[in-house]
C-alpha cells in the first residue's frame, strides 16, 4: 500500500512517500480502508519529535471503509470514521491507504456525504462537542467566547455552540477573517489582543458566562478576566505556543468563582473517562449534510502532496481543516 512515512523528525521535507505492507488483522482493531483524513497539529508535534518516540506512519483520524474487522463486528465495505487509539503515536496511522484501529476507536456512520467533507469532522468536531458540554457545561442563553476561532477546531465550536443556542463571540488575530467568522455564524467578531477582556468587560461589565480559549497560555489569563463568578473557561489548544505562563500564581491570576479546565483530546478520547461512545457522530454528520453545521474542509490534498500540507498547515493560514484525499 501507499503511505507517508516520516523518514527522520524534522520538517515537512521529512515525510515521503514509500510502499508498505497492508496491515494484517489483529484482535480487537478493525483493518480500514482510508478514503480521507483531516489532519491536526499534534501531527507537526509527531513529526518533529516533540512528543518522543512515535510510529513512523502518522495520522490520527480518518473515514473510509471497513476492509477486516475479526470480530465480526463490522461488516465489510461499512462506512466508517476513526480517531485516536495510538494511531500516529504507539501505531501506524492514517496517513495510508489503510490502518488498523483498535475497534473501540471506529464509530459506523450512515452518510452520502462526499469523503472530504466527512473527513473535516472527526476530530475537530470531537474536541469541541466535549470541551463545550462536559468542560464548560454549555447551555442555551449563555454567552461563550471562542479565542482562535478560526482554526478547524474553532469552526466547528462556532457551528456547535450556536446549535445549542448559545450567543456566540468569535476571535482572531487576523482582522481580514472577522468577516468570515461572523458568516460562520458567530453573532459577533472581535480581533484578538492582550486586552481583549477590557474590550469585552465594556459590553458585558459582570462578564460572560464561558471561553473556550484555543490560543493557549499567551491568552489564558486574559480569558479568565473576562468570566463571571461562577462561569466557566477551558483550554483546549496551544495555537499561540506552548510557553508556560511566567510566574503563575492562583492567588493573583485566578478570579474568585471562576471554573478553569483543560481537554488533552490526542491523550482523552477512547478512555473510559471520555468514551466516543458518548459522542454524538451520527448527529454530527447529519447536521453537516443538512448544512444546520458549515463544515466544509478549507484545503483538500492528495497524499502526495502532503509535505505541502504540513507547510500549510504550520503556517497558521488555512482558515480552517486541511483534509487529505486518498478516494480519487
Known amino acids: 500500500m501507499r503511505a507517508m512515512i516520516r523518514k527522520n523528525y524534522g520538517g515537512p521535507e521529512q515525510l515521503e512517500l514509500q510502499s508498505r505492507p497492508q496491515p494484517k488483522m489483529s484482535p480487537g482493531s478493525v483493518v480500514i480502508r482510508v478514503r480521507a483524513l483531516g489532519l491536526n497539529h499534534a501531527e507537526i508535534y509527531f513529526r518533529m519529535g516533540v512528543w518522543g518516540e512515535v510510529a513512523e506512519i502518522s495520522g490520527i483520524e480518518c473515514v473510509g471503509e471497513v476492509e477486516a474487522d475479526p470480530a465480526g463486528r463490522f461488516e465489510q465495505g461499512r462506512k466508517v470514521l476513526a480517531l485516536m487509539g495510538g494511531m500516529g503515536r504507539s501505531i501506524n496511522g492514517s496517513y495510508?491507504?489503510?490502518?488498523?484501529?483498535?475497534?473501540?476507536?471506529?464509530?459506523?456512520i450512515e452518510s452520502t456525504l462526499p469523503w472530504e467533507d466527512l473527513a473535516a469532522l472527526p476530530e475537530s468536531y470531537?474536541?469541541?462537542?466535549?470541551?463545550?458540554?462536559?468542560?464548560?457545561?454549555?447551555?442555551?442563553?449563555?454567552?461563550l467566547l471562542i479565542r482562535g476561532a478560526t482554526s478547524a477546531l474553532g469552526q466547528a465550536a462556532v457551528n456547535i455552540a450556536r446549535a445549542a443556542g448559545a450567543r456566540v463571540i468569535?476571535?482572531?488575530r487576523n482582522p481580514n477573517r472577522l468577516a468570515s467568522l461572523e458568516a460562520l455564524g458567530s453573532h459577533h467578531a472581535l480581533q484578538d489582543a492582550p486586552d481583549l477582556a477590557t474590550r469585552v468587560r465594556q459590553d458585558h461589565?459582570?462578564?460572560i458566562d464561558a471561553v473556550l480559549d484555543i490560543v493557549g497560555n499567551s491568552t489564558l489569563l486574559d480569558s479568565?478576566?473576562?468570566?463571571r463568578p461562577g462561569g466557566h473557561v477551558c483550554m483546549v489548544g496551544f495555537l499561540g505556543g506552548a510557553d508556560p505562563i511566567a510566574k503563575?500564581?492562583?492567588?493573583?491570576?485566578?478570579?474568585?468563582?471562576?471554573?478553569?479546565?483543560?481537554?488533552?483530546?490526542?491523550?482523552?478520547f477512547g478512555t473510559?473517562?471520555?468514551?466516543?461512545?458518548?459522542?454524538?457522530f451520527q448527529a454530527i454528520v447529519d447536521h453537516a449534510a443538512s448544512g444546520a453545521y458549515r463544515a466544509k474542509p478549507a484545503k483538500v490534498f492528495r497524499l502526495e502532496e502532503m509535505q505541502t500540507a504540513h507547510r500549510l498547515m504550520?503556517?497558521?493560514?488555512?482558515?480552517g481543516k486541511i483534509v487529505v484525499n486518498l478516494s480519487g
Do not use: C, K
Open 248 to 268: 503563575f500564581d492562583p492567588l493573583l491570576h485566578l478570579p474568585s468563582g471562576v471554573q478553569l479546565s483543560f481537554f488533552a483530546s490526542a491523550f482523552m
Open 170 to 172: 468569535a476571535t482572531s
Open 272 to 280: 473510559p473517562e471520555y468514551p466516543l461512545s458518548e459522542i454524538p
Open 205 to 207: 461589565p459582570r462578564g
Open 126 to 143: 470531537a474536541a469541541a462537542w466535549t470541551s463545550l458540554h462536559r468542560n464548560l457545561a454549555l447551555t442555551a442563553g449563555q454567552t
Open 96 to 108: 495510508a491507504e489503510y490502518v488498523n484501529v483498535p475497534a473501540a476507536h471506529v464509530i459506523p
Open 314 to 319: 504550520e503556517s497558521g493560514q488555512a482558515n
Open 224 to 227: 479568565l478576566a473576562m468570566v
